[in-house]
């Protein structure tokens, strides 16, 4: 039996903002890793992941949910996350939290080594040849700076984005660039944070997407909160729910009919 045609048991780390905001990307994730042949489970002991605390410097704190998030998922084949900031602090930051307890840090590396962003597991490891979605319109890619420079997550949603029906995917010229957002850097240094994401939407702006997709929830919000305080039709969501056709929802920061659905 190859790897691709087991039935891996995966278990979904939702994330806060997933789960407090923007629950049907949760939804879209269930459905994609379906679709990609794993049985898929939502542990409930699941919480935070300790990204805030651990950028806070709250190391205890940090660590405390570090063993609980290691616990929670414990027998899963792999842990799966939407969102590339919440993988790499999973995948990366908790073996070097665990630095000194040689028991934890075993337990934190070995747990790592499951640990997958979304978009990388659906096309590295499962190689996902159709997607459930479809979308009739232009659409631009924000590479998040976690996915992209700690986990290299970049050509993976655009393969998959690839398969969806009817998009056309178009390159804004600063796909890489910061959103912005930042976590605690957004609440820390707001005046910043708000120049960085008028950049941002200026090159959204110039790429003239319907849609502007990413894996990451955090970056979406700063963009389409942005693009929606400027009055632009660009839509915001996040390449889960595109890839699943999980599209009923409003999309982020727009009402219904401020989305563009239709190429021009």
């Known amino acids: 039996m190859t790897e691709q045609s087991k039935r ?8 806060c903002l997933v789960d407090l905001l ?37 190391r205890e704190d940090a660590k405390a949910l570090a063993l609980q998030t290691i616990a929670a998922f414990d027998g899963f084949d792999y842990v799966v996350a939407p969102s590339g900031s919440c993988a790499a602090v999973l995948k990366l ?33 499962r190689r996902l040849e159709r997607v459930p979605g ?17 986990l290299g ?7 998959l984005l690839e398969k969806v029906a009817g998009l056309e995917l178009v390159e804004m010229a600063d796909a890489e660039g910061c959103c912005g957002f930042g976590g605690l850097f957004s609440i820390k240094y707001p005046g910043i944070a708000n120049a960085i994401a008028c950049m ?13 997709v990413s894996g990451d ?19 915001c969501r996040h390449i889960a729910e595109v890839l699943a056709g999980e599209t009923g929802a409003p999309a982020i920061a727009r009402p219904p009919e401020r989305e563009r659905s239709e190429p021009r």
Do not use: W
């Open 200 to 212: 941002k939407t200026a090159s959204i702006t110039a790429a003239d997407p319907a849609l502007v």
């Open 22 to 58: 923007r629950p049907s990307v949760g939804f879209a994730a269930v459905r994609l890793l379906e679709a990609a042949g794993c049985d898929v489970e939502v542990p409930s002991a699941q919480t935070c992941c300790g990204q805030p605390a651990y950028n806070a410097g709250d």
């Open 93 to 125: 930051h908790y073996p070097r939290l665990m630095a000194g307890d040689p028991d934890a840090e075993r337990r934190a590396r070995a747990f790592a080594e499951r640990v997958y962003e979304l978009t990388a597991f659906l096309s590295d490891v």
């Open 153 to 159: 997550v970049k050509r993976q949603p655009r393969a």
């Open 134 to 150: 479809a979308f009739a319109g232009r659409v631009a890619v924000h590479d998040a700076c976690s996915g992209l420079r700690e």
């Open 217 to 235: 929830l955090g970056c979406l919000l700063q963009i389409a909160g942005t693009l929606s305080r400027q009055g632009s039709p660009v839509a």
């Open 8 to 15: 891996p048991r995966v278990g979904l780390f939702v994330t």
